[in-house]
């Protein structure tokens, strides 16, 4: 990855470089892998996810659709 430091603005690039991590999901990984997770641990939190975007979805299709 790399970012580029114009007019020596560093706070610019530093900001820049944040919110690269951010859209690349390095926080969230190091968030994750600061404790060891059992692959139970693992399944069932990804499983939560999948079940909460799948009713989100619904949410907005129901949404969408009452709209018209």
């Known amino acids: ?3 580029l430091v114009r007019d020596n603005n560093v706070d610019q690039a530093l900001r820049a470089l944040k919110k690269k991590l ?3 999901g390095v926080y ?3 968030k994750l892998r ?3 997770e059992k692959p139970s641990e693992k399944r069932a ?3 939560a996810a999948a079940v909460r975007r799948a009713r ?9 659709d009452g709209a018209k």
């Open 1 to 3: 990855m790399q970012i």
């Open 34 to 36: 600061r404790h060891f």
């Open 45 to 47: 939190r990804e499983k």
């Open 56 to 64: 989100k979805l619904e949410r907005k299709r129901a949404e969408r």
């Open 22 to 24: 951010q859209r690349e």
């Open 28 to 30: 969230r990984e190091m």
